[in-house]
């Protein structure tokens, strides 16, 4: 059973440019969590996702930012018009139903330049 | 507005001594409060989760205590390893909302 996958592990985009981050989720998990860890910070949950529902973004910042979880594919985070204060690292995390434990994936660091 | 904080900071023991990690949490209707293990520039590695219904949990040379009255967790490591070097991070997981909220971590390092 793979685990949970995020790709691209890299990426570097220009001041300006949209960011386009994705997950899979473990196989059987119906939920997803993205979290931001930004230099030198902690880990902080930016959005809880189940199959083509946004269940809490409370974490989100109000402009530029998106995400969903289709009902076929990966959950996409969506950064447009990127700035350097978006530079960091963006955890996926997923969980099955019914139970609360989150499984994390390795993560996308993202350098604006 | 659940708060996680963890002590100390950093930690620096020499192979083979038993150590303690700590952690503290505000929100006291915590659901399960989970322990990370991150090495520099991946991800994260869930060592131990703990229920709001248990006391402990166990694998292997890790212990990890939940005492949910005063807001504390703690990480036992025993006999410790080089290989355990790494940063050590809590979460605690509180309501409906199923967000976990992380502590700053402990980087531990552990000579040989």
């Known amino acids: 059973n793979a685990g949970v996958m995020q790709n691209p592990r890299h990426l570097v985009r220009r001041r300006g440019q949209e960011a386009r981050l994705r997950c899979s989720p473990m196989k059987g998990h119906s939920h997803v969590y993205w979290y931001r860890q930004l230099p030198e910070e902690g880990l902080k949950f930016m959005v809880y996702?189940?199959?083509?529902?946004?269940?809490?973004e409370s974490g989100m910042p109000k402009e530029r930012f998106s995400a969903e979880f289709p009902k076929e594919g990966p959950s996409i985070l969506r950064i447009q018009q990127v700035v350097r204060g978006d530079s960091a690292a963006y955890f996926c995390a997923s969980s099955p139903p019914g139970n609360h434990e989150q499984y994390f994936g390795p993560g996308t660091r993202l350098t604006v330049t | 507005k659940q708060e996680v904080t963890q002590i100390p900071a950093a930690l620096s023991v020499p192979e083979g001594e038993n150590l303690v990690l700590n952690c503290s949490f505000t929100?006291?209707?915590?659901?399960?409060l989970q322990w990370f293990r991150q090495d520099p520039g991946k991800g994260l590695t869930s060592l131990l989760l703990?229920?709001?219904?248990?006391r402990e949990q166990t694998s292997g040379r890790l212990n990890a205590s939940l005492d949910k009255s005063s807001g504390r967790s703690t990480l036992y490591i025993a006999a410790s390893q080089p290989g355990d070097s790494a940063t050590y991070l809590c979460?605690?997981?509180?309501?409906?909302?199923?967000?976990?909220?992380f502590g700053s971590g402990t980087q531990l390092t552990v000579l040989p």
């Open positions: 929100d006291s209707a915590i659901y399960n």
């Open positions: 703990i229920q709001s219904s248990q």
């Open positions: 979460a605690g997981l509180s309501g409906s909302a199923r967000q976990l909220t």
């Open positions: 996702l189940q199959k083509e529902n946004i269940i809490d």
